[in-house]
């Protein structure tokens, strides 16, 4: 029996292998990290070392793309081989797991995967030594006199025979076993060049015919588990970055995606190695003459030195002293003009040396240019006005210098001024045009070309040779010349910059005899000034201490009443004295909230914390709920609030509602306290559009109580700032709500102001600009919102440490039909809701300081369990933390809502609703 059952296991795990080496994926979905080794033959650009030794170029570059495509991380180790010869052994014995780049043979061998898609497109070559100026790209009259080495296993490649039976180069090939052969054979000088691969270009040979586009790949092992992750994770690479490519080879192939020069193009250049050029000498930073070293510089004449030495030759510069640019081929010994407008069809033009936008220069106020705008240009940079003549239907304005356009747009004679994007920026350096702004045309770009005269020879090799400057190089030259240099600028814009200083200094001097004569006296008002400033800082030091004191006041007159009205309460037998007690209670803890939230909101608004949320709310529904509310406030001082919303409608206005009715409350609720008893207060609001998703707001509410006095009304958004006579003394406050109200206010990009006379009474206008939305009535108007009665019959889990607290939470909650059950601590709620049974838990009340785990990592637990609500459970959190800072904590850790204590019953019932009913 033992056995049997010894086969039996033995058996079992036998089909687990074969199970898991039989699975296409197999590792690939269990592996985090798969180590691949990959053949590495040493090919300039392709793999290389650099000076650390650490591997790079093309190929390591996209296979750690590939690696990011793969839903599996691949980890390369790169195997270093001397010769390419040896890479297929290796890769059949398992040595290594990848061969690249490869091109798929005629006919391949069946235990190797080509990929689908290639990682590389080049072409075939022929090539020779760069000193064989005997020999030319393209010239096959050369090319067919040449001995030339091929490999015997390139000349089977498809189409090779005919291709060079063609070029008449077949009968004169020799050959050799491989790559290697053939380079040694050029470098002793048996043969004239080589045909290969583009690959094995290196930076003693240049190319002289190119053919035979050859596609090359990644090979692997048809056996290897992990051949149809690279090659999906290949094709998603092709798909999602399609220039991916493109941009390996300009990276480290610029050279060999560029056409070299031909025959004619290098005679011609031979015999002109000079060429003389004409530019503006006065064009910064594009070009312009530099008296100190008595030389052309800038963008175009640095490129232009750049592709001198791409090419071969120099140039030399002089400037353009004609009206039109091109007259300078008739008037002097001219061969090549810059910069002009490449899509201008006169002459021959080459591709663009450098590409810029125009610009415009405009005053800081001008608002956006119409069709008919009046744009200045230099007359003699007629590419600008060639370019806008094109493209645009501006009425053109020309002035004969920059400063002479600048100043139009000073004086009004033009709309703006348009010049090159270098240009602008370099004007808009100067410190006589700092009022001055830049801004951008729509889509008007302007190639910088050269233009030739009429030499199509000349043409063809500078378009070849702008190719060969790479981007790079490019960026490097254009980089440096537009930097802002202090020398560029005169003497009088370096003075022009410190016009303010200059003036204040020349005011100094001015006046320093008046300053001397008058300095017994200045010395006395010094005195006086100090001891003003000495005298208000006692006053404010004073304030503080009047602070302290009031708010000592202030917080046990509350407390005061809460203890006695509790003692009271207590010993009373009478129902209706028990609820005169318990009104009082809430009355005086309300007051003793108010307090201290405007301590806390003013701490916040001096250390720059506050935080607008804003929303957007239904207007006339917000303005109205504020209204309801202050009318139980207006018959408790019996003053009537007379609102009147005539003015304003029914739109989505873009607010922050907490902090927009704090303001409206704030003033509103002083002007009931402050108003006679019989009288009222009228609270108007209007709205103004400005434009769709504009409106203007304008807010009046106006008292007719005691008023306010002149010297007041100077400090009334002070901290701490009250007024004390026979009627405010009878009014509870804690002398910041002005304050709080005129930073909101001002946070908001809003202004607020006060009209006050004593014993007739006080207007406040606040003024809002708000963005809008309208409205569709007939979706608001069938709009359902859930009620309280959605509550009936839930569950909650409680999760309270103070008993006091939770006992206060369960009666509400209890009240409203809920059904509670308690955690003591931030362990218990995680170990009660992870082993409670699905639906068990409606809602989790979270308190956030809580013994061995708090809140905020018991919601953190939860979120990231297993059980089957764990991510769509509502979890509010009630804590006493009370600052953004607080409330940014608990949404990150993954609750729902947060809700301060002492707690308000009726937004603690909306929050319930409003959460229960979205998950339902």
């Not at 053109?396 to 009004?412: K, L, S």
């Amino acid at each position: 029996m033992w056995a049997k059952l010894k086969y039996i296991c033995i058996i079992c795990l036998l089909l687990s292998a074969v199970c898991i080496f039989d699975s296409d994926t197999a590792s690939a979905d269990e592996l985090s990290t798969v180590k691949l080794k990959v053949g590495f033959c040493r090919l300039d650009g392709f793999f290389e070392y650099d000076s650390n030794g650490d591997e790079y170029g093309y190929g390591v570059d996209y296979l750690d793309e590939i690696s990011r495509f793969s839903s599996i991380h691949f980890d390369y180790s790169y195997i270093k081989v001397k010769s390419w010869e040896e890479l297929p052994g290796l890769l059949k014995s398992g040595s290594i797991d990848i061969i690249m780049p490869a091109s798929e043979p005629v006919n391949a061998s069946s235990e190797l995967s080509f990929t689908t898609e290639d990682i590389m497109t080049t072409y075939h070559a022929i090539m020779t030594k760069k000193n064989r100026g005997d020999l030319y790209y393209d010239d096959y009259s050369s090319i067919g006199r040449m001995k030339i080495a091929i490999t015997k296993q390139l000349l089977d490649y498809v189409g090779m025979k005919s291709y060079l039976k063609s070029i008449n180069v077949y009968k004169n090939l020799v050959y050799y076993n491989d790559y290697n052969e053939c380079k040694q054979a050029l470098d002793d000088e048996k043969v004239d060049g080589v045909i290969s691969n583009v690959m094995d270009l290196t930076d003693d040979m240049k190319i002289l015919n190119k053919f035979s586009v050859s596609h090359n790949y990644i090979v692997m092992k048809n056996t290897n588990p992990y051949y149809k992750n690279v090659n999906k994770a290949l094709t998603e690479l092709k798909l999602a970055e399609p220039t991916f490519e493109n941009a390996l080879n300009v990276k480290y192939y610029p050279d060999r995606i560029n056409t070299p020069l031909g025959k004619y193009e290098e005679n011609y250049l031979r015999k002109n190695n000079t060429l003389n050029v004409a530019v503006y000498d006065d064009y910064k930073p594009i070009s312009y003459y530099d008296k100190k070293s008595h030389k052309y510089k800038g963008i175009a004449v640095d490129l232009m030195d750049k592709l001198g030495e791409k090419l071969g030759i120099k140039f030399r510069y002089f400037a353009i002293n004609t009206k039109d640019p091109y007259d300078m081929f008739n008037s002097t010994k001219t061969d090549i003009v810059l910069p002009v407008y490449v899509d201008d069809l006169m002459y021959y033009k080459t591709k663009s040396l450098f590409d810029s936008d125009i610009n415009y220069i405009t005053k800081s106020s001008y608002g956006t240019l119409n069709d008919n705008a009046r744009i200045a240009v230099v007359k003699k940079y007629k590419y600008i006005s060639d370019c806008l003549k094109n493209k645009t239907k501006y009425n053109i304005v020309e002035y004969d210098t920059i400063e002479d356009a600048c100043n139009g747009v000073n004086d009004g004679e033009v709309d703006a001024f348009a010049t090159s994007t270098y240009n602008a920026k370099f004007i808009i350096q100067n410190p006589r045009y700092r009022k001055l702004d830049i801004r951008e045309f729509d889509n008007i770009s302007l190639p910088f070309g050269l233009a030739i005269n009429n030499n199509s020879i000349l043409e063809s090799a500078l378009n070849k040779g702008i190719q060969y400057i790479t981007s790079e190089e490019r960026k490097n030259i254009i980089d440096k010349d537009t930097a802002y240099k202090w020398s560029d600028l005169s003497w009088y814009d370096k003075l022009y910059s410190y016009i303010d200083i200059l003036s204040f200094v020349s005011f100094i001097l001015v006046f320093a005899v008046i300053g001397i004569l008058i300095y017994i006296n200045s010395k006395k008002k010094f005195i006086e000034q100090i001891q003003q400033k000495s005298d208000e800082a006692i006053k404010a030091s004073r304030a503080k201490t009047d602070f302290l004191s009031r708010m000592s006041h202030e917080i046990r007159t509350p407390m005061n009443a809460i203890l006695g009205m509790a003692a009271i309460g207590r010993s009373s037998t009478e129902i209706k004295k028990k609820d005169e007690c318990i009104d009082q209670i809430i009355d005086s803890g309300n007051f003793l909230l108010q307090i201290i939230n405007d301590i806390l909101d003013m701490n916040k608004i001096e250390q720059n914390k506050i935080e607008l949320k804003e929303e957007y709310v239904e207007s006339m529904d917000f303005v109205g709920s504020i209204k309801k509310m202050l009318e139980a406030n207006a018959k408790k001082y019996n003053v009537e609030l007379r609102a009147d919303f005539s003015k304003y409608r029914s739109f989505l206005i873009k607010i922050d509602p907490l902090r927009t009715k704090q303001i409206y409350v704030n003033i509103i609720n002083n002007a009931l306290k402050f108003s006679n008893s019989g009288s009222y207060v009228d609270w108007i609001m209007e709205v103004e559009d400005i434009d769709e998703k504009l409106v203007h707001i304008h807010c009046v509410i106006r008292d007719y109580g005691c008023g306010m006095s002149k010297e007041f009304q100077k400090k009334m958004f002070m901290p701490f700032e009250q007024e004390y006579n026979e009627f405010t003394n009878k009014v509870e406050g804690t002398g910041l709500g002005l304050t709080i109200v005129k930073n909101l206010v001002e946070i908001m990009g809003g202004t607020i102001e006060c009209e006050s006379e004593p014993m007739k009474g006080t207007t406040f206008t606040i003024d809002f600009d708000r963005e809008v939305h309208s409205i569709d009535e007939a979706k608001r108007n069938s709009a359902v919102k859930p009620d309280e009665s959605i509550l009936k019959d839930k569950n909650v889990l409680l999760a309270e440490d103070n008993d006091i607290n939770a006992a206060v939470a369960m009666e509400i909650l209890k009240a409203h039909g809920m059904n509670v059950e308690r955690a003591k601590d931030g362990q218990e709620v995680v170990d009660m809701y992870l082993k409670s049974a699905e639906g068990r838990y409606d809602v989790i009340l979270m308190d956030v300081r809580m013994p061995k785990i708090d809140g905020m990592q018991a919601t953190k637990i939860i979120r990231n369990s297993s059980h089957e609500r764990a991510k769509s459970i509502p979890i509010i959190a009630m804590t006493a933390d009370a600052f953004d800072e607080d409330m940014k904590r608990t949404m990150q850790a993954g609750m729902n809502a947060h809700l301060t204590k002492p707690i308000d019953i009726k937004m603690l019932i909306k929050t319930l609703v409003s959460l229960i009913h979205k998950e339902n």
